[in-house]
């Protein structure tokens, strides 16, 4: 009863003016906050890992890397492609490490102090990507998403069917899921082995 008599007071007297004041402001502010995250989430972001392939700026999905690391020491595979360089222990998980500029381009990438190895998933094993350099993580507006045309004429066709425009830029979107599709890359053994 004496915490009624409290409230009652508190609410009748000049200070609870102020405070039923603040709390129409926190309700509106709210009120503004959730139309503002609505309308975001109506231009969604899209998250990837952004790399240098060649000449060609690619992004792939973020949830598609698991890790991005140094250049590893690699044991060469004999009776492989030329692509697949061998196998590399990461961490105690052993990942086959392919040179995807090599499997593109038919050249082999130059190992420098900015080549990385994407780790990545191709059903469900570990597998490393080598790239010539790794920019981290864009964020895109979806709203940014067009049709690459241009990648049309690329050894990476079928692979890159939309890109995002950042300045002069463009970023490929790499189509992991499509490149795990591809009997070619996924069977790293010789022809004549």
Known sequence: MMAQTRSDTAHSSPAGGLFRRLLSYER???EHDAGESGRQQKI?????VAFR??????TCRIDRVDEVIAF???TPLPGSKHWLLGIANV???LAPVVDLGWYFFETRTPITARTRLLLTRFQGRLAGLVVDEVFGQRHFHTDDLAAAVDWDDTPMRGLVAQAFPSGDSH?????METLEQLPDFMNGARDDA
Do not use: E
């Not at 969604?44 to 990837?48: D, I, Q, T, V």
């Not at 392939?53 to 690619?58: A, H, M, T, V, Y």
């Not at 970023?171 to 189509?175: D, H, P, R, T």
């Open 44 to 48: 969604s972001n899209w998250s990837g």
């Open 28 to 30: 509106r502010s709210l």
């Open 72 to 74: 590893p020491p690699y």
């Open 171 to 175: 970023w490929g979107v790499l189509k």
């Open 53 to 58: 392939l060649g000449d060609f700026r690619l």
């Open 91 to 93: 961490r105690g998980n």
